[in-house]
């Protein structure tokens, strides 16, 4: 009986998984790479100064009060369609994709506390490179919660936070870092490339929190490939966002010529 070569086996194996690699992130954070890079060139080019200018997230989308929730709402839920997908796609008979993924309830005190830790590693740092990124001039003004206030703001914008949370760290940490591992690739070439993606799809802000994206995706990975766990990743980043779109107002005030967006 012939024999077959573990090249030929594997091979088509890989080019499966490498089409799926980017259809998933065509469908998700690549398009929003993507855009970030187109963002960034046209604000450069702008001849308004970085410095004036601003990006806001979580916007009012009618003035319609129930239109907007509607809106806001429904953006959010089918926003997660990309975290179903990478779910099911990482599912086998078997094999349960949370588990895989480290986002269960198997530990939650360590996860909790492990969340919180990162918070303090990662947040201090961050705010302090936004500061000086908007000091200097190369990051934009970002409103984080321009929403009207109604009874629903609030809810909603945890809810887009711990979105972003689960978007970003299931598909760019859990399931890029099983997929690239199964591809042959090294550790801290999944490290890089995921924390390269993390910074590109923050392009819009400026040139500040690119980089500061990508120090929080090397740090992020790291943790991973350590604990294997994606829920302390997930709990510290909607933490952050939280804090970003809650706290806005109250950051507003305290710092307005560093935070305001130019007039």
């Known amino acids: 009986m012939p024999t077959v070569s ?89 094999q349960n ?53 109604f009874w629903w703001t609030i809810p909603i914008l945890v809810f887009a936070a711990l979105k972003a949370a689960l978007v970003e760290e299931l598909i760019v940490v859990g399931y890029l870092f099983t997929r690239l591992r199964e591809l042959g690739w090294s550790t801290w070439t999944i490290i890089l490339s995921s924390a390269v993606l993390r910074g590109s799809y923050h392009l819009y802000q400026g040139i500040g929190p690119f980089f500061g994206n990508v120090a929080m995706g090397v740090v992020f990975g790291w943790c991973y490939t350590r604990w294997g766990r994606t829920t302390p990743l997930v709990v510290t980043h909607w933490l952050l966002d939280i804090l970003s779109f809650v706290g806005y107002p109250l950051a507003l005030a305290w710092w307005p010529g560093l935070l305001a967006p130019a007039s």
């Open 97 to 149: 994709p949370f588990t895989r993924l480290g986002f269960d309830l198997t530990r939650p005190r360590k996860d909790v506390l492990g969340g919180f830790g990162l918070l303090l590693v990662i947040g201090i740092p961050g705010l302090a490179l936004y500061l000086a990124g908007r000091a200097f001039g190369f990051t934009v003004a970002v409103v984080p919660s321009p929403l009207d206030t």
């Open 6 to 94: 573990v090249s030929r086996l594997v091979a088509p194996h890989h080019t499966r998984y490498y089409w799926e690699i980017g259809i998933v992130l065509a469908l998700s954070l690549g398009a929003s790479a993507v855009y970030s890079l187109v963002s960034i060139v046209a604000r450069l080019t702008d001849t308004t100064p970085l410095a004036d200018q601003s990006a806001t997230l979580n916007g009012s989308q009618s003035t319609r009060e129930w239109l907007d929730f509607t809106y806001q709402f429904l953006g959010i839920a089918f926003g997660l369609a990309a975290v179903a997908l990478v779910l099911y796609l990482l599912w086998r008979p078997g």
